[in-house]
């Protein structure tokens, strides 16, 4: 098994700090913002950012 280098010119963890970890920031601000009957909403941007990155992670 290679060793994962932690820096910027890694594809994957620029995807985590300028596109998932932004979207999980908003998406838990609006569990707090929004009244409960739309607390689907956060949940279905948090489930689509994790699919994304997955299926990013399974084409590379």
């Known amino acids: 098994m290679e060793r994962f280098e932690f820096n910027l010119s890694n594809r994957k963890v620029r995807m985590w ?3 998932v970890i932004p979207i999980l920031i908003v998406s838990m601000v609006l569990y707090w913002v929004l009244p409960n009957e739309y607390a689907f909403v ?3 941007i ?14 590379t």
């Open 46 to 59: 948090q489930g689509g950012t994790v699919l994304v990155y997955v299926l990013s992670i399974l084409r």
């Open 17 to 19: 700090l300028f596109v």
């Open 42 to 44: 956060p949940a279905i």
